[in-house]
């Protein structure tokens, strides 16, 4: 399998002067589900800023589905958005809009046809587990179907790539595990490629996937199967 | 199609985004509104100062008078130097005949002075009537032809003339920098407003971001958006533009003060100045939210 995802001698420092990231190297292959773990400050949200290019890294290369990222212009992220999809902690849903529309949103915006709108926002909301709340909106949802129209929303345009920064971080135990299936599921099913920000040990040690362990900026372990060590954060 | 699709919803959304957004579009409209109406009425103003200087440079003229005892010779000869200088735009002699015809013929009281004298001891002069290109330059042809050999003495309003001239060119130039300065804060105000109900919608566009909306994608909403508010900011103007300016002008039954200043007849100028008025409106609430949105397009 092809890498999705190369990271050549990355370093990022923000203008404050902190390090959040020194000398990452890394490879993701397609189709893979990995975790980043470390504890607050290790550089794992830094990280998945730089691959969705919110930041740029200060030194190195980093490359996404074929493009180099430090050096696409701010006019043209959006030719990198398209690739992947987005969730977040705070699902990021338009509360004014309902569960199909903020899906929709996500076609609209690029244009799509309304016919083929509809065929793929409701494919994505089956995915997830919504298709009979498409009228509801979001305040009518619970945290986890909440994040579930965000995943929908992230997958609706097909992307390699579905990054995942903390996407378990507001919700309970069970409705962790309800998302982890989900994206369990989209990974298997559609073959995209799951990269996840977490310090949910729990969530971690049961899915048993590649776990990249950042410290402090710096790469500590790149593991298959691996697990939530607490030794190493 | 893509193209159309996109520009379909960006419609959709601008007009959306006005009536959600109802409050702050208001204040943004009433301001344009405002500026709008301070600008149309200094164009007006600026235009009919441009005219009556225009219609009285139009007037302007040098009359030469000739001496009693030029021959036709003389007379040609005056013509040709007259010619010759370079600010002469066209010249009419007169005989002294002609101009007591002329004058017997505008008034009652000429013609019976004028009938009585001979014409030996009539005191009128054979003139050469001069018209000029550049009025600036108008004292400066009346010296050169005053110099002329067998040119008895040269008339034409000199003093009050040039300093109405004067005024007049001042009235314009103020009247266009008030008309840009004008622009400019109207930019600045729609850029304030804009910006409010932009930062209302920053989620949205933050999320536009994420999914891949290109720039263009984003922006061209907002900037509808500050097409119709122009559009809508221009509607009182234009209506005090076309009514005001008609009642102006037939209130003063055409004339300001005195037969001199005269006005521009409202049609077709009150359509121009709407025209200018709402297209102005329209550049100048793109130009406004154009720059307003481009902050939040930064990564």
Redesign the interface.
């Known amino acids: 399998m092809s890498d999705l995802i190369r990271l050549k001698n990355v370093e990022k420092r923000y203008k404050n002067g902190v390090t959040a990231i020194y000398d990452l190297n890394l490879a993701i292959e397609k189709g893979s589900f990995v975790f980043i773990i470390g504890g607050s400050g290790s550089g794992k949200s830094t990280l998945i800023k730089m691959l969705y290019r919110e930041e740029k890294p200060t030194k190195g290369q980093v490359i996404v589905g074929g493009l180099d990222v430090a050096k696409l212009k701010n006019s043209k992220v959006y030719k990198l958005r398209r690739k992947l999809g987005i969730v977040f902690q705070d699902y990021r849903l338009l509360p004014k809009q309902t569960v199909y529309e903020n899906v929709a949103f996500a076609l609209e915006c690029i244009g799509e046809k309304k016919d083929v709108i509809r065929i793929k926002v409701l494919k994505a909301l089956e995915d997830v587990g919504l298709k009979n709340k498409v009228h509801e909106y979001p305040d009518k949802l619970s945290g986890g179907e909440q994040q579930r129209v965000a995943i929908a929303r992230a997958i609706v345009n097909e992307p390699k790539l579905l990054l995942c920064d903390e996407p378990t971080g507001n919700l309970d135990p069970d409705m962790s595990m309800e998302i982890m299936k989900v994206l369990e599921d989209i990974n298997k099913r559609r073959g995209t490629t799951i990269v996840m920000a977490t310090h949910d040990k729990e969530i971690v040690n049961k899915m048993k996937k590649q776990v990249i362990t950042l410290k402090e900026g710096h790469l500590v372990k790149f593991k298959q199967k691996g697990k939530y060590e607490d030794e190493a954060i | 199609m ?2 159309f ?2 520009l379909g ?1 960006s419609i959709r959304d601008a007009i959306k985004s006005v009536i959600r957004n109802f409050s702050l579009s208001l204040a943004s409209i009433s301001c344009i509104t405002i500026t709008l109406i301070i600008v149309a009425v200094a164009i007006m103003a600026s235009y009919n100062v441009q005219n009556f200087t225009k219609e009285i440079e139009k007037d302007m003229t040098i009359v030469a008078f000739l001496d009693n005892d030029a021959t036709e010779e003389d007379v040609k000869e005056v013509e040709k130097t007259i010619k010759s200088i370079s600010n002469v735009d066209k010249y009419t002699y007169q005989t002294k005949q002609e101009v007591k015809e002329k004058m017997q013929a505008e008034s009652d009281v000429f013609d019976t002075v004028l009938k009585n004298w001979s014409d030996e001891e009539s005191p009128l002069k054979d003139t050469i009537q001069v018209k000029v290109k550049d009025v600036q330059k108008l004292s400066n042809t009346a010296e050169k032809i005053q110099k002329i050999d067998k040119v008895a003495v040269v008339r034409y309003g000199s003093g009050m003339v040039d300093k109405m001239i004067a005024a007049f060119n001042q009235v314009e130039k103020i009247t266009y920098g008030i008309v840009i300065a004008l622009i400019i804060v109207t930019v600045f105000l729609i850029i304030n407003t804009i910006k409010l109900t932009i930062s209302a919608r920053r ?2 566009i ?10 263009f ?1 984003i922006k061209t909403p907002f900037i509808i958006e500050g097409m119709i508010l122009g559009i809508f900011g221009s509607i009182v103007p234009i209506l005090i533009t076309m009514y005001g300016y008609t009642a102006f002008y037939k209130h003063f039954d055409g004339y300001l003060y005195s037969q001199l200043i005269q006005l521009i007849k409202p049609e077709p100028f009150i359509y121009q100045v709407s025209l200018a008025v709402i297209v102005i409106g329209i550049i100048v609430g793109m130009i406004g939210s154009a720059s307003a949105v481009r902050k939040y ?3």
């Open positions: 893509k193209l699709r996109m919803r989620r949205e933050g999320i536009m971001r994420l999914v891949g909306a290109s720039n994608t397009l930064k990564v």
